[in-house]
């Protein structure tokens, strides 16, 4: 005979998170190291050489950490200015910075020593780069000009004056020496080709949105951009056409970093949070929260070893991968789990081959809990008591409403409610009242409108001797009748909305070109609980309809 089986209870969710590959890579890292600088570290880049060093700029220097040890190894601090956007040359000898000064300072890291101080701008200069042969230098400024610096020479090669804005981002692809790209907060994105005279932007993208930071993506074929609230994919191959948009910030986006080995994008906002997307997918995989807005953020190249970000009030905030956590989230990621294709010794001593026949332990029978075991002998009402004990019930409701839904499916909840004191009804009505409306939906509200609808039915003079039971009740249908008011509400905000949405649409269709539609995601805070948009719908059932209509309840005022 096969062995009973509880009932079964959908737990509610707890927040935590399913083991997956991208939560396992997060976790390997260990407890940052927060430090604080002279100002907000308003730029974080790592060397791509070893030993990946990584450079800060605060205030009017820019710091260099050592990546094994997580200690400042160098200061730069030829500045007169406010320091920003450093960027080291792919070999790690060289970096160059902007400053508030407009002018442009490049510093040989082996001595430490300033060589070469470029002079052409007339306002700060916010972002540099190399170009991918390391021999010229861009650099960004808000005087709404990008310079091309040849080193040797120091003089300015070519000068891009096509923007009306601040430029404050800047990509130099590492794949074709001559494509530049610019990020203005005029909205547009600009790509130049150096191999062109006079130069000009062969390409001209709308993010709609100051732009605040860009990256590209895989073999360059792909530029992600920040700006506002939302992060943009465009397709370069393609004419520049938007792949789609991320928008799971709710505050402005200051920082993209491209996470090379993982085939993953992370983007940080000042609403405190990082969000890890696939780079194939555009699925959002992790959440990591900040303990303040996040300023800038940078990985390393070695597998993203060290992680580093610039957060608000003057923190850096450092994180190294743990070895050990780090080959634990190898074997996850390749799925290499430990079979009997491998040997493997036994306490015994014995040695276990592939060659080998392992004869499975006899099956043992899984505890159930005593509701479960009341249940097995037919003992409804000490079952559902069970479940409604004062330690069970506050830690696992959703046991002891599944176990009404088993009851009510044997038709036998009537007689599991028999013979219960005043003391326990009042408990009952208070888990009621409390978990009828919990989840946000109607999968309670079914179950437990049946069972105060029999309670009511079955103790009507107890009912009206307790004053206690009285107040239950009473507080159970104040609770629906402000939920009533809340679905109404709801419902006309909807109806609004539709109208909005469909007048735009209307208005779409008579111009030039059709614009790809949007949909709107809405979901409606009612009674601490939220409740989706879609259940607000005409042919979908909702709490309210459920309380109108379909349950036909009448509670008693008493």
Known sequence: MGDFKGIRSNAYSTGRSLRTVDTEFWRSYNQPVVTREYNNVTHVDFSHSEPHDFAVATSSRVHVYDSHTLQLKHRLTKFKDTAYGPNFRRDGQLLVAGCGDSKVRLFNMETRTLLRIFTGHSAAVHRTAFTADGLSVVSCSDDRTSIIWDIATQQPVSTMTDHTDYIRSLVVSQTANHLIF??????????????KSPLHPILCIDH???VEDMVLLGSGNVLASAGGSVVKLWDLTGGSRLLTTLQHHNKLVTSLSALSSRSRLASGSIDHQIQVYNASSWELVYTKRMHAPVLSMGFSDDDQRVFAAGLQGSLLSVAQRDPLKTQDFTSLQSGEFQTLNE???????????????VIPSRHKPTPIARCD??????????????ALRVDYRSKRPEVAIALMRELWRRQTLRGALNGATTPWLISLLGFIRRHILSDGSSNNFQILSIILELVIDMYTEELKNSKAMQKEVNRIKKQLDNQLVYMERAQQTL???????SNYRASQLNSSYIQPHIPIEMSYIINDSIIDSSILT????????????????TLPSF
Do not use: W
């Open 182 to 195: 610019t990020g203005c907060y005029d909205h547009k994105i600009r790509l130049y080709d150096t191999r």
């Open 208 to 210: 709609e949105l100051p």
């Open 343 to 357: 040997d493997v010794k036994s306490q015994s001593g014995h040695v276990f081959v592939a060659s080998d026949h």
């Open 373 to 386: 075991r009341l249940l097995k002998k037919f003992h409804y009402g000490k079952s559902l008591r069970s």
């Open 495 to 501: 109806g609004a909305i539709q109208l909005i949405t």
């Open 538 to 553: 005409a042919d979908s059932t909702s709490v309210g309809e459920i309380i109108q209509s379909d349950m036909n309840i």
